[in-house]
């Protein structure tokens, strides 16, 4: 559980495989794109930084949480990647929504994971207000982005072991 202290972003990129060699596909959903956007320049900065080069990381834009799981299948299908990075957001609302989306798209992302051999990272924040949101899209929180992109090339380089 995060603390109201604590930036979840922080990596040591001695630690973290130098992924130049490496394909990401990255599907963003345009719900809450306040959010989503600021996921995906966390998700592409760490990348970069880690060494990806841009012309290896393509994004899909789809519209909504739920439409990740058909865009990232679309991604494993049609493109030769190392991974794939799912970004969205869902923020409780007053009715069972929420809950709906969320074990959805959970299970959605668990299932690709199991049916495709390069890994699917799950980057959707479910929280209870969009300040939560905010706070983890590149707020005092930090940014779950780079969180997704760190795991991507940890789970790359495990994949080609």
Same mark, same amino acid.
């Given at each position: ?18 992924? &130049? +060699?490496? $394909?990401?596909?990255? @599907? ?6 306040? @959010?989503?956007? !600021?996921?995906?320049?966390? %998700?592409?900065? %760490? ?7 841009? /012309?290896?990381?393509? $994004? ?13 299948? *679309?991604?494993?299908? &049609?493109?030769?990647? +190392?991974?794939?990075?799912?970004? !969205? ?9 929420? /809950? ?10 668990? +299932?690709?994971?199991? &049916? ?14 969009? *300040? *939560? ?6 707020? #005092?929180?930090?940014? &779950?982005?780079? /969180?997704? %992109? ?5 789970? @790359?380089?495990?994949? #080609? #072991?």
């Amino acid at each position: 559980m995060a603390t109201e202290n604590k930036n979840l972003s922080n990596y040591d990129k001695n630690t973290i495989p130098n992924a &130049k +060699d490496f $394909r990401f596909g990255i @599907v963003v959903s345009e719900w809450n794109e306040q @959010v989503t956007e !600021g996921l995906f320049q966390g %998700a592409y900065q %760490a990348l970069t930084d880690c060494g990806a080069l841009p /012309e290896n990381i393509v $994004r899909w834009n789809v519209p909504g949480s739920f439409e990740l799981i058909f865009g990232a299948k *679309q991604m494993h299908e &049609k493109l030769q990647l +190392d991974a794939v990075i799912v970004i !969205g957001c869902v923020i409780k609302g007053e009715t069972m929504h929420f /809950e709906f989306v969320c074990e959805g798209v959970t299970h959605g992302i668990k +299932d690709l994971n199991l &049916k495709y051999t390069i890994p699917t990272i799950f980057c959707v924040l479910t929280d209870n207000t969009m *300040q *939560q949101s905010i706070d983890r899209s590149g707020g #005092k929180h930090g940014n &779950k982005g780079v /969180e997704a %992109a760190i795991a991507a090339i940890n789970m @790359v380089e495990l994949n #080609k #072991k």
